[in-house]
């Protein structure tokens, strides 16, 4: 595995994954063309094996970034997550891109703009997207198409699963009435396949399977889990591997950067004890529900022989990170800006 210290803006990264376009400027012989997998989930920070946690079980995050690269510095372009994900998919900066809020799409100032998966796509590549890549209400807007691009795809598939269309309900939250943009929670009886996330597994191992039957045409496909986002909703048994009275009771203290505290959350401050282990527990199992559906997406590569040459898959992942559980807007320590590859 290899390790970055260093690392420039969202553009630089974009402009490497442009380079991997037919018809770049190429130093050698024309390479085949490279299919690309972009997996992102919401509001994952660094708590990962691969990373050094020791408590988390990552096994199939830890097995990508060992095959590939991770960076230690990663850094969004806006403290807000609708003008970070529209600027890592457009190359734009905010200020650039007019994109300030949540509810914006780049196509409001820059109609003509051609984003990421477009520019794949007028290269021939088929482009599709399952889940959340331009921003989202969560867990509102789950099952729509948020607040989409329909030029960027081909194909978008938004499933929605019980912890959108029957837990909300139940879960737990610091704050009353408000399951989002807040600390919130619940161990679900649903199983990963009956979750918008396992839904959204599901999904991507039927594209990838279609993909495998057309070989003659590359692809772009980007897969957007939505966990751990709150509410910190994941199946009982993601819970059951952290047992609560295990859980350390964490306080930010002056690890937050002061330019964070002004997005501080009052309710945070009077959490009790017993609270801050059950978020930290609800996030350990939603990180590792994920590992487990970014795990299922991963084997259906591999089972259609496109996880490596002959065709050149390319699965890279990224989180942004721009609500709870320290990350982004809320309060943040240096050590959450790292992202794998």
């Known amino acids: 595995m290899r390790s970055i210290e260093k690392w420039g803006r969202g553009s630089i990264a974009l402009a490497a994954i442009l380079g991997l376009l037919p018809g770049a400027p190429s130093l050698g012989a024309a390479a085949p063309a490279r299919n690309v997998l972009l997996i992102m989930a919401d509001d994952l920070n660094t708590l990962l094996g691969c990373y050094g946690d020791p408590r988390v079980k990552t096994p199939h995050l830890d097995r990508l970034a060992a095959r590939g690269v991770r960076f230690e510095r990663a850094y969004c372009t806006y403290p807000l997550c609708g003008p970070s994900r529209n600027s890592m998919l457009t190359g734009l900066y905010p200020n650039s891109s007019g994109i300030l809020e949540n509810a914006q799409l780049f196509r409001q100032t820059l109609p003509a703009h051609v ?158 004890d017993r609270q801050r282990r059950q978020v930290l527990q609800a996030y350990y199992a939603c990180i590792t529900f994920i ?39 809320r309060p943040v320590s240096s050590r959450k800006a790292r992202a794998c590859h």
């Open 291 to 329: 590992d487990a559906q970014v795990g299922r997406v991963l084997g259906a590569l591999e089972r259609h022989g496109l996880a490596g040459k002959p065709s050149w898959s390319l699965p890279a992942i990224t989180a942004i990170t721009s609500a709870s559980m320290g990350c982004g807007r």
């Open 115 to 272: 984003p990421l998966p477009q520019a794949f796509r007028q290269q021939g590549y088929f482009a599709a997207r399952i889940g959340k890549l331009y921003h989202y209400g969560v867990p509102s807007s789950i099952g729509t198409d948020g607040i989409d691009d329909p030029a960027s795809w081909e194909v978008a598939i938004n499933p929605a699963g019980v912890d959108r269309r029957e837990d909300q309900p139940r879960v737990e939250s610091l704050v009353a009435g408000r399951i989002s943009a807040t600390l919130s929670w619940f161990a679900s009886a649903g199983d990963d396949a009956a979750h918008t996330d396992g839904k959204i597994a599901t999904q991507a191992e039927w594209v990838i399977e279609r993909c495998a039957r057309e070989k003659d045409r590359p692809f772009f496909f980007a897969i957007g889990f939505f966990r751990p986002h709150t509410p910190l909703v994941a199946p009982r048994r993601y819970y059951d591997m952290y047992p609560l009275d295990e859980m350390p009771i964490i306080r930010a203290g002056n690890s937050i950067l002061p330019a964070a505290r002004g997005g501080a959350r009052p309710e945070q401050d009077a959490m009790t």
